[in-house]
């Protein structure tokens, strides 16, 4: 005898995020980070990886980690004239609750709105070194 | 390494994102505060009363002004305190978190929450609240 126990059907919300956090690509759409972090935890992916965004608007309130392998290239990354307002230093050293994990994505020709970025000290020194947002547009970052 | 949940962010349809009162729900902290600006309510969480809520994130909260936090469960934060809390690097402002002012959180949960503001609160946090695991 086999044994046949029922798999609960997925429902069409469900499956629409893993459909989401499956793809690899995303062009000229607007993104909802903290939505987008929690379509991956949801799919037990701790971190959004591996994904190229392009001519895309990434939408906050977020405050991202930007983890190994993270490219910005061409990228408004905020409405500021200080970079260091977009700028948190973790306080601990161990883990980062409360932030989206990103590694190894590509974000190209994206504008950020209303998102935070944190990392290690050598990301924040080097993020904090773009002057302005029209530098941070002309200019490329990599994690 | 991030702090990752597996629970769903709650309904924003179910919120009224104006209320003062919150009482026993579930909900995802930028899902409120996007429906607050979307009402009208402005770009900061004011003068409301959180109790027994499980509040998710991902977010970062500013804590401003009136912030109090009264037999709140932080979450997972590895036993250490430091590991929820974000120190902005400008002095000025603070993009990307979820500012919160005049606000009491009373026997809630956070899930997957972070903390920032000014140095004095964050030097409060670390010293006085303990955290288990």
Same mark, same amino acid.
């Given at each position: 005898m086999t044994d046949q126990t029922p798999t609960p059907a997925m429902s069409a919300e469900e499956a629409a995020g893993r459909a989401l956090v499956a793809r690899t690509s995303f062009e000229k759409e607007a993104v909802w980070l903290p939505s987008l972090a929690v379509q991956h935890w949801n799919a037990g992916q701790t971190a959004i990886d591996g994904k190229t965004f392009t001519d895309c608007l990434i939408e906050g309130p977020a405050v991202m980690a930007v983890m190994n392998g993270t490219v910005f290239d061409s990228c408004t990354m905020g409405t500021t004239s200080d970079m260091r307002n977009l700028l948190y230093r973790p306080v601990g050293r161990d883990r980062m609750a409360g932030v989206v994990? #990103?590694?190894?994505?590509r974000f190209v020709r994206c504008r950020f709105a209303q998102v935070g970025f944190t990392g290690s000290d050598e990301l924040l020194d080097e993020l904090a070194g773009i002057?302005? #947002?029209?530098? $941070? $547009?002309?200019? +490329? +970052?990599?994690a | 390494m991030t702090d990752a949940a597996t629970a769903a962010a709650g309904d924003p349809r179910q919120l009224d994102p104006l209320a003062r009162e919150f009482t026993g729900g579930r909900f995802a902290l930028f899902d409120l505060y996007r429906a607050n600006v979307q009402s009208g309510g402005g770009a900061v969480l004011e003068g409301r009363v959180f109790t027994d809520c499980v509040i998710e994130g991902?977010?970062?909260?500013?804590?401003?002004?009136?912030?109090?936090?009264?037999g709140v469960n932080f979450g997972q934060t590895g036993g250490?305190?430091?590991n929820m809390l974000f120190r902005p690097m400008s002095g000025?402002?603070?993009?990307?978190?979820?500012p919160v002012r005049n606000c009491t959180f009373r026997n809630c949960q956070f899930q997957t929450l972070g903390i920032t503001g000014p140095d004095e609160l964050l030097n409060v946090l670390v010293e006085q609240v303990r955290t288990t695991d």
């Open positions: 994990g #990103v590694s190894n994505c002057q302005t #947002v029209t530098a $941070a $547009a002309s200019g +490329s +970052s990599r | 991902p977010a970062v909260m500013l804590a401003l002004e009136g912030v109090r936090f009264e250490d305190m430091r000025q402002m603070a993009i990307g978190s979820i």
